[in-house]
């Protein structure tokens, strides 16, 4: 809706396919549950990706079926291997391994479905898992809710007390356990993606194309301020100890 209410300010603001529009907002709001109760899952697949990206002789692309994976020189097919080999990746994350992977596949692969398939064997609790129940209401008791909600309002108002530029550095790169935890505002209803994208300069659609990236590295972050990656570092860390010891005294 926040989408839709800039279209008449801003023909780049106008949503070309509103089914299209709709379809892509779930998927991403439905990867961030999965991805935050299962944060075992987003490390392999972050460093599936950056092996992928980094090696010359693997490749991973947009398809009509989702993100494709495989040898480069398949990076322009849009059809993919309906079953995996019987050769997983079981803890050799390596392009020596991806390759002799890909080798035994003889054609593209789902980068969804060797990621599921890669942590079943890794995990095997979580086997029987279908996507329903990985977005199963595992959601903690009202008191505890209230008592979160009561934080994270705490928080936010005193990120915005930070000088923008340090606000910018720290929710870019801001993690709980490693993973994505500025979905921490809105999910609480304590900040909504408005107020989050006004807070560091940003536009509402400008915050909302790097949403499934989140948290950014300092270099990314970097490009996007305009600073270097150790100025980047050094407003994040005197925006921590801000933050630190005023959260110290409030609470």
Known sequence: MQRLRLVPDSVDDAIVSFDDYVAIVTLNAARDVVRHRHPERTRLEKRLRYILTRD???AVWQAPAGL???LAQWS???TYAQTLPERILRGDLSAAALLRLFEASGAPLRLDALIDAALELSLPHTSDASPLELLADDRPSQQVELETRELVSILWSEVLELPERQRTALLLNLRIAGTHAL???????VASLTELSEAMGMTVAGLAGIWSKLPLDDLSIATMMRS???QIINLRKSARERLRRRMNRRT
């Open 228 to 230: 270097t990656r150790q």
């Open 56 to 58: 010359s002789r693997l």
């Open 76 to 78: 322009e097919s849009q």
């Open 183 to 189: 979905a921490l505002f809105p999910l609480t209803g």
């Open 68 to 70: 494709l994976c495989g």
